[in-house]
């Protein structure tokens, strides 16, 4: 058996996670690793799992390079500009001058309500190396999702139960079988939230053995000794952040659709953006966020009728519509001048940069004469954190 280099393994690593989160889809932001399938756990099922740790890179702020870590966590701006795609947030990754962030800042300054200001607020997600017992067929997975959806029980979990067995449970040998629950929670919209319910810890006397297959258990950590997941982030800089945040339109070809299977085309990143900036919105912003004013200007001076919006055709944010490729599918957001929409169909797939006019609206009992997003969103946030309260941008 081949030796694996591994990480440092230190005390007390779970706490700067946990203080990291304690404040509270698309594939843009991401370039995952070639081969990999996503775990995606359904609701009213038990999964017994077993958390693969990898040797941490650059980006993770809960663990120092070289360690021996069982998760990323990383920030990001979702639904960012006229193509509605998420962005690694730099100004609390790295540190550096982030045009969002200081957009943030000018609108808490000028006393905007939260809900005004969310959209430019990080919110935080995870990685993780996964073999799920039972889907063993697919080897070693990747789990993605907002800190709410498993990671914030078992934070909880960790702190509850005082064993080494529990703070060790990602130790390949030894530590633990994670056994998760999930339940859809409601969350107003049509596609409930899917997220983890009750953990259990099951030791494991001999560590990773892949339920059983010692071959296969080999060949995963072989594949994890390869696997950085600091280097999944496609880390952007300050022009291109600050491109989005203005409306202009990117010139690159990153799908914001792809699953993580079809994703690991090895795209180069964006480099790390100018340094020497402050983190997280100390610096003065924007006067203005002039989304979309260019583009309207355009299409006025060259004589085109301005196309049908989404609310003129009766399209409303948590009203159903039907498509012709994505069949009933359910409105998650609307751009500000209203030509796009990003819908979710049956199976959670999320579509952006919809034109409203590919969609008719499904009548239902309750018609669609009104707009329910206010319903959707909590009347005050708090200013810091962001945590996983933003459903509709974080699961």
């Keep these: 058996m081949a030796k694996r280099k591994r990480g440092k393994r230190r005390e007390n690593r779970h706490e700067r996670r946990?203080?990291?989160?304690?404040?509270?889809?698309?594939?843009?932001?991401?370039?995952?690793?070639?081969?990999?399938?996503?775990?995606?756990?359904?609701?009213?099922?038990?999964?017994?799992?077993?958390?693969?740790?990898?040797?941490?890179?650059?980006?993770n702020k809960n663990a120092d390079k070289g360690d021996e870590y069982f998760e990323l966590s990383y920030a990001v701006y979702n639904d960012l500009g006229i193509e509605e795609k998420r962005f690694i947030a730099i100004g609390e990754m790295l540190g550096v001058k982030d045009p969002v962030a200081e957009h943030f800042a000018a609108l808490r300054k000028q006393g905007n309500e939260w809900k005004d200001m969310s959209d430019f607020s990080p919110k935080w997600r995870q990685l993780m190396l996964v073999f799920v017992h039972e889907q063993a067929d697919q080897g070693l997975q990747i789990f993605e999702g907002a800190y709410g959806t498993m990671g914030k029980l078992l934070d909880a979990e960790i702190k509850a139960v005082e064993a080494d067995y529990v703070d060790n449970f990602d130790d390949t040998s030894e530590g633990s079988t994670l056994e998760v629950r999930f339940v859809d929670e409601n969350i107003g919209m049509k596609n409930p939230w899917t997220k983890a319910e009750k953990i259990n810890f099951f030791v494991r006397e001999d560590g990773f053995d892949a339920n059983g297959d010692a071959k296969l258990a080999e060949e995963i950590l072989d594949k994890v000794a390869?696997?950085?997941?600091?280097?999944?982030?496609?880390?952007?800089?300050?022009?291109?952040?600050?491109?989005?945040?203005?409306?202009?339109?990117?010139?690159?070809?990153?799908?914001?659709e792809d699953e993580p299977e079809d994703n690991g085309d090895g795209l180069?990143?964006?480099?790390?953006?100018?340094?020497?900036?402050?983190?997280?919105?100390?610096?003065?912003?924007?006067?203005?966020?002039?989304?979309?004013?260019?583009?309207?200007?355009?299409?006025?001076?060259?004589?085109?009728?301005?196309?049908?919006t989404a609310k003129a055709l009766g399209i409303v944010k948590g009203?159903?519509?039907?498509?012709?490729?994505?069949?009933?599918?359910?409105?998650?957001?609307?751009?500000?001048?209203g030509l796009t929409v990003v819908i979710m169909d049956e199976d959670d797939g999320v579509h952006p940069g919809i034109d409203p006019t590919d969609l008719e609206p499904v009548k239902s009992c309750g018609g669609q004469g009104s707009e329910p997003e206010e319903k959707a969103e909590k009347p005050t946030e708090p200013e810091s954190g962001g945590g996983d309260n933003s459903w509709d941008k974080d699961w």
């Design 268 to 308: 180069p990143f964006d480099g790390t953006g100018p340094d020497g900036g402050k983190k997280g919105g100390e610096e003065p912003g924007p006067e203005e966020d002039k989304t979309e004013e260019k583009p309207k200007a355009k299409a006025k001076a060259g004589g085109k009728r301005k196309p049908p």
């Design 18 to 59: 946990q203080q990291q989160h304690s404040g509270g889809g698309g594939w843009s932001c991401l370039a995952l690793p070639e081969g990999l399938t996503k775990f995606k756990p359904k609701a009213g099922n038990t999964y017994h799992i077993d958390v693969i740790p990898y040797n941490v890179g650059e980006y």
């Design 319 to 337: 009203g159903d519509v039907e498509h012709d490729d994505f069949g009933v599918c359910t409105v998650i957001r609307i751009a500000k001048d």
């Design 226 to 256: 390869e696997i950085c997941l600091d280097d999944c982030l496609k880390i952007t800089d300050y022009t291109t952040l600050k491109n989005a945040l203005d409306g202009v339109p990117s010139a690159s070809t990153d799908d914001p």
